[in-house]
């Protein structure tokens, strides 16, 4: 079995900082890809971020150059450091992981977090 869990959410001003953390536990062989999805209310989720296990990343173009995202395979742990944070920015933020377990009859497959609440204030 295997668990995601978020950490670092709150509520901020705008402008302010904040740091997302995602701990990936269980029986884990192998971590790929890891991930940062955001829903606002009424809107769909939409992709933030992602990296690579080479850690080659990926921003979407309304958070470039703003955020970061950044890994630390001997934790299983993904990061996003969010910096200069706008309302817009508001939603609960969801780490997504391509995960392999130890009992190889079972494929690589995505696990998703709870997520946390991110809230920026005007």
């Known amino acids: 079995q295997v668990q995601l869990v978020e950490s670092g959410g709150g509520l901020v001003q705008a402008g302010g900082s904040l740091r997302l953390s995602c701990a990936a536990s269980?029986?884990?062989?192998?971590?790929?890809?890891m991930r940062w999805y955001r829903q606002a209310p009424g809107k769909q989720r939409e992709l933030v971020a992602f990296?690579?296990?080479?850690?080659?990343?990926y921003y979407v173009d309304s958070v470039k150059g703003r955020f970061t995202i950044s890994r630390d395979n001997a934790k299983n742990t993904v990061y996003l450091q969010m910096n200069s944070l706008k309302p817009e920015d508001t939603a609960v933020y969801y780490c997504?992981?391509?995960?392999?377990?130890?009992?190889?009859?079972?494929?690589?497959?995505?696990?998703w977090g709870q997520g946390t609440q991110v809230t920026v204030s005007s």
């Open positions: 997504n992981a391509d995960i392999a377990v130890v009992i190889t009859s079972i494929p690589m497959r995505g696990y």
């Open positions: 269980g029986s884990i062989s192998r971590i790929n890809a």
């Open positions: 990296i690579t296990s080479a850690s080659s990343t």
